[in-house]
């Protein structure tokens, strides 16, 4: 009889045992398909931000190609300055990836080297284009693109950096420069890279009052400013990148 019963009793954990092994079983299952179901929507949302990034990332090369035709519609109404900042840009780039400036750093400062001259926009024809030396209200004027251009690129949030480089790129190394008068290296890097590419495409090209000069009078003009209005090492090293690159300007 006891035996009886505890053979019924075995068999009744027996089977309570296989019901809990069961449903635990079943709980189990439900749980991987609850991670299989999270593990979707995951790389979906990955895939949302991958696709959103890359859309924002159109939207900024976007809004810069625009920006950029400004600055060629400002450029093309002059025949000497048609190209210039594009070689500004190339030289510039050129410059800060020698000094080891990472490449998203170094595209920032291509850019600005394309827009430094964007705020002239803002600048009425009859200084920008006038024959004769400029008088002081109208250099006064003139003196305000860096700022013009600073304020047209700051609504871009990603082009932070950039805005900078407009605003200080005709600070002077000696802190005569505007429109802050920054001094040395308080002159934002890509400001004083952008600086030196600009002066040494300007030596280097047609101006309405005098011809391009040659590579050793613009050399001896870009040591002169040296110290004075651009960064000395900065300009070393701008003679030392074109003078292994001569064929870098279209003839
Ligand atoms: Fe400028």
């Given at each position: 009889?006891?035996?009886?019963?505890?053979?019924?009793?075995?068999?009744?954990?027996?089977?309570?045992?296989?019901?809990?092994?069961?449903?635990?079983?079943?709980?189990?299952?439900?749980?991987?398909?609850?991670?299989?179901?999270?593990?979707?929507?995951?790389?979906?949302?990955?895939?949302?931000?991958?696709?959103?990034?890359?859309?924002?990332?159109?939207?900024?090369?976007?809004?810069?190609?625009?920006?950029?035709?400004?600055?060629?519609?400002?450029e093309?109404k002059d025949s000497y300055t048609r190209g210039h900042s594009?070689r500004v840009?190339?030289l510039?780039?050129?410059?800060?990836?020698?000094?080891?400036?990472?490449?998203?750093?170094?595209?920032?400062?291509?850019?600005?080297?394309?827009?430094?001259d964007?705020?002239k926009?803002?600048?009425?024809?009859?200084v920008l284009r006038k024959p004769g030396p400029l008088?002081?209200?109208e250099w006064?004027?003139m003196?305000?693109?860096?700022?013009?251009?600073?304020?047209?690129?700051?609504?871009?949030?990603?082009?932070?950096?950039?805005?900078?480089?407009?605003?200080?790129?005709?600070?002077?190394?000696?802190?005569?420069?505007?429109?802050?008068?920054?001094?040395?290296?308080?002159?934002?890097?890509?400001?004083?890279?952008?600086?030196v590419a600009d002066v040494y495409d300007a030596l280097t090209s047609d101006r309405p009052y005098r011809a391009r000069l040659g590579r050793a009078e613009a050399v001896r003009r870009l040591e002169e400013q040296?110290?004075r209005a651009l960064?000395?090492?900065?300009?070393?090293?701008c003679i030392?990148?074109t003078?292994?690159?001569p064929?870098?300007r279209p003839v």
């Open positions: 009889m006891a035996g009886s019963v505890g053979l019924s009793q075995a068999l009744s954990y027996a089977r309570d045992l296989k019901a809990l092994y069961e449903s635990s079983r079943a709980r189990e299952r439900e749980l991987e398909q609850t991670q299989e179901r999270l593990r979707g929507a995951y790389q979906q949302s990955l895939q949302y931000a991958i696709d959103l990034r890359k859309t924002y990332r159109r939207l900024q090369h976007a809004i810069l190609q625009s920006l950029l035709g400004l600055a060629n519609a400002l093309a594009e840009a190339l510039a780039r050129r410059m800060a990836v020698s000094l080891g400036v990472p490449g998203a750093a170094a595209d920032v400062i291509a850019q600005a080297g394309l827009l430094h964007l705020g926009i803002g600048i009425p024809e009859s008088s002081n209200d006064e004027v003196r305000q693109h860096p700022l013009v251009g600073a304020q047209i690129v700051a609504p871009l949030e990603f082009f932070d950096e950039g805005a900078v480089i407009l605003r200080h790129h005709h600070e002077r190394h000696d802190g005569s420069g505007y429109p802050d008068g920054l001094r040395g290296e308080l002159i934002p890097l890509g400001a004083r890279i952008v600086a040296a110290g960064d000395p090492d900065l300009t070393i090293l030392r990148l003078d292994d690159a064929a870098e």
